[in-house]
């Protein structure tokens, strides 16, 4: 393994860090303001579309599209990526300055790798510009969807159209003015084998039927302006050429989703912790108590020794996944990849929580990012996968290797 960058590379994250000091840190307390204060719920900050042409201009555009995608993106690896995503995680809203926030980014992916030439003409293309949102919907309320045979939204052949039937929720991006297509995660043939009954398809957000029920917080954030919906499907109909790829191919789309969406999530979550560890530093180098700087004592040392420790763990394992995935692809670097989303969040949920510790009352509050930070690392648990499910499939395979030598 080699983790040494290239000049490209080493180019594009010297440009996004100087792009985050001149553009984004200045007004980060301002835009998290915005979206906070709820008489601004669900509406975009009016500086956003320009500090994306900026990012535009600069070539900082659509940078997680990997290299088998030409010239729609700067054709970097998940290895090369990884350390760009990382950047980005130093600000929860930073991603879709670059048009690289999730879910649009995986959405995408599957436009891309999966998509038909109309779909991509009609949906990618626009995502690929940044002139629409778009939601991902698989998620139920009414099942456990850590295990996503369970479920039960129908996606039932009429003539030349689909209709599709369900209730979904967690549906992030769901709530974004700007989110005009979702792509929907749903049984076409309850009866096949167990991991070929799901589809996915196009569902463009104004279809008659499309209902959104609430928006969902998280520890208190709504994450204006994409937050998370709960959403009911009632008899939506569109075209059968919506279909992605074909009946019964879900879990396949899926499979092909996750893993480099599993990267980003992981290095953003490195980004959070590694800012937490700077905040908590400095904090320590500026506040005394009981006559003694910070600093100087040893509890605050260690802690801050053990975070710096855990955080390079978590980004070499992570650099790991990303190079296997490179190399051999998703199927032969799951376990990795399990170990990563495992990792990752755990280490950054401690990291996060001692950096609040060192702020005290501040630490709490959303004058600093700490807060949201570690709401943003708790969900992350569960998001793409469940700690438990990823434990349960390494656990296996670990098995299965060393008993059968």
């Not at 990012?55 to 054709?75: D, M, Q, R, T, V």
């Not at 039937?165 to 792509?183: E, F, L, T, V, Y």
């Not at 003694?292 to 975070?307: G, H, P, T, V, Y």
Request: glycine share 8%; with cysteine.
């Amino acid at each position: 393994m080699n983790f040494e960058y290239s000049e490209k590379v080493i180019a594009l994250q010297e440009q996004l860090n100087i792009f985050f000091e001149k553009n984004i840190l200045p007004i980060e307390e301002e835009v998290n303001r915005f979206n906070y204060d709820p008489q601004h719920r669900w509406q975009r900050w009016p500086g956003m579309s320009d500090l994306k042409e900026k990012a535009k201009k600069k070539g900082l555009w659509n940078l997680f599209l990997p290299k088998s995608y030409g010239s729609i993106s700067p054709g970097l690896t998940n290895l090369e990526y990884a350390p760009l995503a990382e950047i980005m995680g130093r600000t929860l809203w930073a991603s879709e300055v670059f048009n690289c926030n999730a879910p649009d980014t995986g959405n995408m992916e599957v436009l891309a790798k999966y998509g038909s030439d109309e779909q991509k003409k009609q949906w990618l293309t626009p995502l690929l510009e940044g002139d629409i949102r778009s939601a991902f919907l698989m998620t139920e309320p009414q099942v456990a969807s850590s295990d996503a045979t369970n479920i039960e939204t129908s996606i039932v052949k009429k003539g030349d159209n689909y209709v599709i039937n369900g209730r979904k929720w967690w549906s992030s991006g769901g709530m974004d003015p700007h989110c005009k297509i979702a792509i929907i995660m749903g049984k076409t043939n309850p009866d096949a084998a167990r991991h070929q009954q799901q589809s996915m398809i196009l569902v463009p957000m104004d279809t008659p039927g499309v209902k959104i029920i609430r928006p969902l917080s998280v520890f208190g954030f709504f994450d204006s302006p994409e937050g998370h919906a709960e959403i009911v499907l009632d008899n939506v109909e569109v075209p059968k050429e919506n279909l992605i790829l074909g009946e019964g191919r879900g879990f396949e789309i899926a499979q092909g989703r996750l893993g480099p969406g599993r990267i980003h999530h992981c290095m953003r979550l490195i980004g959070m912790a590694q800012r937490s560890l700077e905040l908590m530093a400095r904090r320590a180098s500026e506040r005394v108590a009981f006559g003694k700087s910070f600093k100087d004592f040893s509890s605050i040392r260690q802690e801050i020794a053990l975070s710096q420790c855990e955080i390079q763990q978590a980004r070499l394992l992570t650099l790991s996944a990303a190079d296997k995935m490179d190399k051999q692809g998703n199927k032969v670097a799951k376990d990795v990849i399990a170990m990563i989303k495992i990792v990752a969040p755990n280490m950054a949920l401690k990291v996060i929580d001692r950096a609040i510790q060192i702020f005290g009352g501040k630490g709490v509050g959303s004058d600093i990012p700490l807060a949201h930070f570690f709401a943003a690392a708790r969900i992350l648990r569960l998001a793409d996968g469940p700690d438990e499910v990823h434990m349960y499939q390494l656990g296996k395979s670990i098995i299965n290797k060393y008993s059968q030598q």
